[in-house]
């Protein structure tokens, strides 16, 4: 992952597990402070929104599961990789914002 790697979870209590504590400190893997509940923060998340609009958005919208799967994949591949970097490099304000107004709605 290199050396900027930062762990990101949603504090979900199977993510605060002992083993897997004990993992993270033995890896020495960094955990990004992150209120619980935070869609705004998790950048899978904006993928997964912005896939959905573009699904949304086709003249034949995916009818089996087989078309869906198709569907995402040719989405994905079509996602602008500055997208992706946009969202991750995004991070620090995000939770910076996020911090500020006390676990609460961000405007992103």
Do not use: K
Not at 55 to 62: F, H, Q, V
Request: aromatic residues 6%; glycine residues 2%; charged residues 30%.
């Amino acid at each position: 992952m290199g050396l900027q790697f930062l762990f990101m979870d949603d504090n979900a209590p199977c993510h605060r597990t002992v083993p897997t504590e004990q993992l993270l400190e033995s890896e020495d893997i960094e955990r990004m402070d992150c209120p619980a509940r935070s869609p705004d923060l998790n950048p899978i998340e904006l993928v997964w929104d912005f896939l959905g609009r573009r699904l949304a958005a086709r003249t034949l919208p995916p009818v089996t599961i087989r078309e869906l799967r198709l569907a995402l994949e040719d989405e994905w591949a079509a996602m602008p990789q500055q997208l992706i970097d946009t969202l991750i490099l995004s991070m620090d304000r995000r939770c910076e914002t996020c911090l500020a107004v006390r676990g609460d709605h961000i405007p992103y």
